[in-house]
């Protein structure tokens, strides 16, 4: 029995002289807000009523020189585009703070790769550029961090906000996949970041801050599967246009620690045997049944929306934090239903689910064609309304009908 203590001291011993010897874990480069901004642009209707929306960019430069030019989504300025072609009027701005903002150029885009380049008049000191990398298939399974200022979060919770780099939301994942989009060739990052409306044009960066893509939709099929535009497709944009940029040194992979990481799990799991040892002289066992509580316990019920539309077939979305919105805007939308569908606006309805009160809460968008509960009772627009679990509701035409429940 002592030798055994013995040797336990000496393995932990061992161990934290090892960890002491380990890099910290990456954590967000919390620098690169200082090189976000969040866009805003305005375009009339045909009826001249102007329409406002948002995304996000973020500056290009040389090191440590005043940035002048913006990169972000050619979707975000989309309607800034069509009315300067078409309509006339359109307004272009970043916002650094809720009254202190600027007009913006368009210098260049290219809509098949959802990339386009924005300056200012004059460089601005209220920002930094920040330094691009080009992804690599080594990076595959490292963190990713995506920045940028989503809709959905100012719908879910009221904040005082003031749109500064201060409210900028950053949220983590991993690089899953890099891959080349058939048709059209773009160069696109896998990543379960999650992303929403406004989040379009923000940078998916790098533990050590360096940007890797743009952060551009999510995922009709999965609702845990988003997509940036690799850095990679604006560079040839950026050298066109003689802009200026910094581009990082290449990751340093993790294979030269594998030998400390492996004398880690080898140090670990001796610990481990040591203490299972230890403990079974005690002779002390948990019955069986508390066991199979406490698995039981860990089983936790999801609130799911389930479409029963057929195009959709019974596709299956969980709810997490932030609300659902539901329409044909793929950009923003987690459930997208096809252009031309009946009934069903661009930017229809949301729904979240309240935990608190174990409701689901849905608000219907302003749309088109209303949203109904399955008794045919029209939910009136911008007012929230909460619906329990079981319940359903439709856009526009029973055939877009959509179940509500906990699974």
């Known amino acids: 029995m002592k030798m055994l203590r013995k040797l336990a001291a000496a393995a932990i011993a061992v161990l934290m002289l090892t960890i002491t010897a380990v890099p910290a874990l990456a954590a967000f480069d919390q620098s690169v807000l200082d090189g976000i901004v969040m866009i805003s642009t305005g375009a009339p209707d045909a009826k001249g009523v102007m329409h406002y929306y948002r995304g996000t960019g973020f500056f290009v430069g040389k090191a440590g020189e005043n940035p002048q030019y913006i990169v972000t989504n050619c979707h975000v300025v989309e309607e800034f585009i069509l009315a300067g072609k078409a309509l006339g009027g359109g307004e272009l701005h970043v916002v650094y703070d809720k009254n202190d903002q600027e007009e913006a150029y368009l210098v260049d885009y290219d809509a098949e790769k959802d990339v386009a380049v924005l300056k200012l008049a004059e460089p601005s000191d209220k920002r930094t550029a920040l330094t691009l990398q080009e992804p690599q298939e080594a990076m595959l399974g490292n963190e990713?961090?995506?920045?940028?200022?989503p809709l959905a979060a100012d719908l879910t919770v009221q904040a005082v906000n003031s749109f500064s780099k201060k409210d900028a939301t950053v949220t983590t994942g991993s690089i899953s996949r890099l891959l080349t989009e058939s048709g059209t060739g773009r160069k696109l990052i896998q990543t379960d970041a999650s992303l929403s409306g406004g989040n379009s044009g923000g940078p998916l960066t790098a533990a050590d801050g360096t940007v890797l893509g743009i952060n551009t939709?999510?995922?009709?099929?999965?609702?845990?599967?988003?997509?940036?535009?690799?850095?990679?497709?604006?560079?040839p944009m950026l050298d066109q246009n003689n802009i200026p940029y910094t581009l990082g040194a290449a990751a340093k992979q993790g294979g030269s620690n594998m030998a400390l990481y492996a004398g880690i799990a080898v140090v670990v799991?001796?610990?481990?045997?040591?203490?299972?040892?230890?403990?079974?002289?005690?002779?002390?066992?948990?019955?069986?049944?508390?066991?199979?509580?406490?698995?039981?316990?860990?089983?936790?019920?999801?609130?799911?929306?389930?479409?029963?539309?057929?195009?959709?077939?019974?596709?299956?979305?969980?709810?997490?934090?932030?609300?659902?919105?539901?329409?044909?805007?793929s950009a923003?939308?987690?459930?997208?239903?096809?252009?031309?569908?009946?009934?069903?606006?661009?930017?229809?309805?949301?729904?979240?689910?309240?935990?608190?009160?174990?409701v689901f809460v849905v608000t219907d968008l302003n749309s088109t064609y209303g949203t109904f509960q399955a008794g045919g009772q029209r939910i009136a627009p911008n007012v929230p309304t909460r619906l329990s679990p079981k319940s359903s509701i439709y856009l526009g035409e029973p055939e877009n009908t959509i179940c509500l429940d906990v699974e």
């Open 144 to 149: 990713g961090y995506a920045v940028g200022y």
């Open 217 to 235: 939709y999510a995922s009709n099929l999965d609702q845990n599967l988003f997509y940036a535009v690799s850095i990679s497709e604006a560079l």
């Open 269 to 329: 799991v001796a610990v481990i045997v040591i203490a299972v040892v230890v403990a079974g002289k005690k002779k002390k066992t948990a019955p069986a049944a508390g066991k199979a509580e406490k698995q039981e316990e860990t089983k936790k019920a999801a609130p799911v929306l389930r479409s029963m539309a057929p195009q959709h077939g019974g596709m299956v979305v969980q709810l997490h934090r932030q609300p659902v919105q539901i329409g044909r805007d």
């Open 332 to 358: 923003v939308c987690r459930l997208v239903y096809q252009d031309g569908t009946p009934g069903v606006s661009s930017k229809h309805c949301q729904i979240y689910f309240d935990e608190g009160e174990g």
